[in-house]
């Protein structure tokens, strides 16, 4: 898991990535997910090898969360259409399936099955919203100023398409909806975690 999560990576981060564009690839919360998850598997790798003590429960749990709005947001939005999360055309068909299905697969049955994460879901709450808070100040406060690409009916340099063919009350609505989602989300998680604690 942490050398295929190293690759993709290294190859979005540093290979095929477009800087071109004020944000480069850190303008999309699937990368967001992609590079917690590395660092997850890192520790995660540190950790069995008993190179650390330290196990980063909160942010296995943010992770987890970050990578089911990512995937949930995607493939809702792609089934409607792609041009809705995609403005540069389709992905290849191995990088959408890994970066919006298997990645966030793996994390979620490293955090569950390996980790034995979400016992106390409370205490991840209050920065799951601070990473929230984080990411939409970043693409609202500097993302979409210094961006001219994608554009929409409203407005213009938002990272997902869709973002900009909505009025600001209704993308403050949509934020909103999201990070409640994602509560849900953690709910889901911690109810597996349950379950799979109960059967062992």
Known sequence: MFLLAAGFVLRQIVVVADYSHPGGP????TIWGLLL??????????LSERRS????????????????????????????????????????????GYLHGLG??????????????F??????????????????GWVE????????????SVTSGLPYPFLNNMEPVERLQFYG????IGLGALAVFWGLAAALRRRT
């Open 104 to 117: 966030p697969l793996l994390q979620w049955i490293d955090a569950l099955f390996l980790y034995g994460g």
């Open 177 to 180: 909806m999201t990070a409640v």
């Open 53 to 96: 003590d330290l196990q980063w429960p909160r942010l296995v749990m943010v992770t987890a969360i970050v990578n089911a709005l990512a995937v949930g947001m995607y493939w809702r939005l792609w089934l409607q259409d792609p041009a809705l999360v995609n403005s540069s055309g389709p992905l290849p068909w191995w990088l959408d």
């Open 26 to 29: 850190f303008r999309f919360l």
């Open 119 to 136: 016992r106390r879901p409370l205490r991840v709450v209050l920065p799951y919203f601070a990473l929230v808070v984080l990411y939409l």
């Open 141 to 152: 406060g500097f993302v979409a100023p210094a961006n001219s690409y994608p554009f929409g």
């Open 37 to 46: 998850s590395f660092f997850c598997a890192s520790r995660m790798l540190a």
